[in-house]
Structure formats: C-alpha cells, structure tokens
C-alpha cells in the first residue's frame, strides 16, 4: 500500500482556475468512486471538501469540483481566492477495509 | 452538531507506548458509523492509523498493525489508540475523526472522514 502521489506543490493568481493530480493505482483510486479531498490550512485540523470523487459537502462552495480519469483524481479550484491559500490532501479506499493519503499539496495563491 | 476532542500525554519515551483518547460530542458512537485516527509528522502528509466500528469491529493501516490498537467505549461516548514500541518517527499531531462507511454482507468499506478533532501534538523523546 504506498501512498497516492500529488505533486508538491501548485500556484495561481486570484480569479484563476488550478488543478491538483492525484495519482494512485488500479488498485485504490481506479477501483472504487471514494476518493476524497481534504483542505488544511496551518496550524488546522483537515476539513473535508471532496467525497466519493466529486461530491461537496454542505457549505463547501462550489468552486472546487472534483473528477477522475483512470488512476488519477483530480481537484479543481476556480475563481482562485487568496483564503483557498492551503494544503490539499486527497485520500481513497484502497481495498481489504484501508485507506491511503496522498503526500499533500501546497497551493499559493499568488 | 458532532465535536472530537483528542487528549493524550504530549510527550512519551521511546520504546513506551503511547495513548490516547477521542471523546465525542452531538453525535451518539453507538448509532453507527466507524471512528478513525489520522496523524501528521511535523511537515509531512497525512498518514491513515486505523479506523472502529461502534461494534468494536477495528481495521487497521497494514504498515502499523503490528504497533496499534483501537477500541471503544461506546459508554463514555469515547475510542482509544495505542501504540506500541514509539520511536522518534511516530512524533506527528495525531487527529482523530468520524470515517462514514458501507457494509456489503462482511466486507466493510471506508469512505471518508466528515467531521476532525483539532489534533494533538505528541512527541518521542528521551
């Protein structure tokens, strides 16, 4: 079970759209709709955004979207506001009841 | 609204095992749902520990099985961690959270984490 790669870090200027990668396997996130999206500003607790790859929760805007394409999960964030300024974590079901986190994102808001 | 609180020692030996607790709030453990702990080395990602149902049902990360174990006391509307044979490598802020899953006959499938503590910062060091 190793950990779903992101790539270390992304950045955009405010109004613009990013895109965060998620790439796991056929065995996580090519197998099963659960990928889920985590956002973490510093010194804060995670909080959820994605769920079962492109759902929202209550009270999470609509500008960040999730999608996925074989092996990689990917979220969007558009109309890039300075507070989206955070760290983006995406995790999946991995089979035989495990979970597995990506490593992370840094995202700068320029 | 549902409210995780970890409590733990802050500091622990290396080789001791460390232990911690997640009391919750506005949600009943015994209604359902499985109870996960997630934990973050300082300027590193996130890394899954191991997650219980309310029937005491626990799963567990295959890289730390052998070191962890999860219970329940759904009477005092509280799940525990310990971890064994702690080294310098397990300091991380640990969180615990509720982790919604589905049960398709005996196989259980984990989804997500919903609702997060505001994580506890535990240090291996002599």
């Known amino acids: 079970q190793s950990a779903l790669t992101q790539p270390a870090s992304v950045s955009g200027s405010p109004g613009q759209s990013i895109t965060i990668s998620c790439s796991g396997t056929?065995?996580?996130?090519?197998?099963?709709?659960?990928v889920s999206w985590y956002q973490q500003h510093p010194d804060k607790a995670p909080k959820l955004i994605i769920y079962?790859?492109?759902k929202r929760p209550s009270g999470v805007s609509n500008r960040f979207s999730g999608s996925k394409s074989g092996n990689t999960a990917s979220l969007t964030i558009s109309g890039l506001q300075a507070e989206d300024e955070a760290d983006y974590s995406c995790?999946?079901?991995?089979?035989?009841?495990?979970?597995?986190f990506g490593g992370g994102t840094k995202l700068t808001v320029l | 609204q549902v409210q995780l609180h970890e409590s733990g020692p802050g500091l622990v030996k290396p080789s001791e095992t460390l232990s911690l607790s997640c009391s919750v709030s506005?949600?009943?453990?015994?209604?359902?749902?499985?109870w996960g702990w997630i934990r973050q080395p300082p300027g590193k990602g996130l890394e899954w520990i191991g997650s219980i149902e309310q029937s005491g049902s626990v799963y567990y990360n295959p890289s730390l099985k052998s070191r962890v174990t999860i219970s329940v006391d759904t009477s005092r509307n509280q799940f525990s961690l310990k971890l064994s044979s702690v080294t310098a490598a397990d300091t991380a802020v640990y969180y615990c959270?509720?982790?919604?899953?589905?049960?398709?006959?005996?196989?259980?499938?984990?989804?997500?984490?919903?609702?997060w503590g505001q994580g506890t910062l535990l240090t291996v060091s002599s």
């Open positions: 506005g949600y009943s453990i015994s209604n359902g749902y499985c």
């Open positions: 056929s065995s996580d996130v090519g197998s099963y709709n659960l």
């Open positions: 079962e790859d492109n």
């Open positions: 995790c999946s079901y991995a089979g035989g009841t495990t979970l597995v």
């Open positions: 959270a509720r982790n919604p899953h589905s049960r398709n006959g005996v196989q259980t499938t984990l989804h997500y984490f919903d609702y």
